[in-house]
């Protein structure tokens, strides 16, 4: 799994003028699954974000997580994170998983972060044309591949 983590001040996800989540300060989270993934690694996953320490305390430090601040996390579907360029010009998604494995595996990547942060998790709808407005804080802005944890 790759996620690109966003700090945010607010962001929201709309669905043909619909809107389908809004979250004030915390996360907006960027997520493709890759063929192979596994629960193993969307768990570590989920772990990994709700204890990010990317907001600052009382020292300016980046030492709190979106839990510390009791922020949320706004969780948008994106195979184009999977996407290779390596020759030419067009990206080639041969490695995002099909939707037939990615849907359950992104599913359960949304149970476990509402597991971990105790409440609903809003998301934009896998596989359709999504717009998202961000108001980045900082800004600080993450790449985290569960193919490259230690």
């Known amino acids: 799994m ?9 962001a929201m996800v709309s669905v043909e ?5 809004r979250i004030g300060a915390g996360l907006l989270v960027f997520a493709g699954v890759e063929q192979g993934d596994t ?7 989920a772990r990994k974000i709700s204890q990010l320490r990317v907001f600052e305390d009382e020292e300016e430090r980046m030492n709190r997580s ?5 922020g949320g996390i706004l969780v948008i579907s994106q195979f184009t994170l999977l996407g290779n360029v390596r020759k ?5 998604f041969n490695h995002a998983a099909p939707p ?3 849907v359950p595996l992104y599913e359960s990547f949304l149970a476990e972060l509402e597991s971990a942060l105790g409440k ?5 709808m896998f596989g359709h044309y999504m717009r998202i407005l961000a108001d980045n804080d900082g ?6 591949d569960s193919r490259t944890r230690g």
């Open 2 to 10: 790759r996620v690109v983590v966003q700090r945010v001040h607010e």
């Open 17 to 21: 003028s619909v809107e389908k989540g």
């Open 39 to 45: 629960m193993e690694d969307i768990c570590w996953m």
């Open 66 to 70: 979106v839990l510390d601040i009791g």
């Open 88 to 92: 030419g010009t067009r990206p080639s």
């Open 100 to 102: 037939s494995e990615a």
């Open 120 to 124: 609903a998790v809003p998301r934009g």
């Open 139 to 144: 800004p600080v802005t993450l790449i985290i």
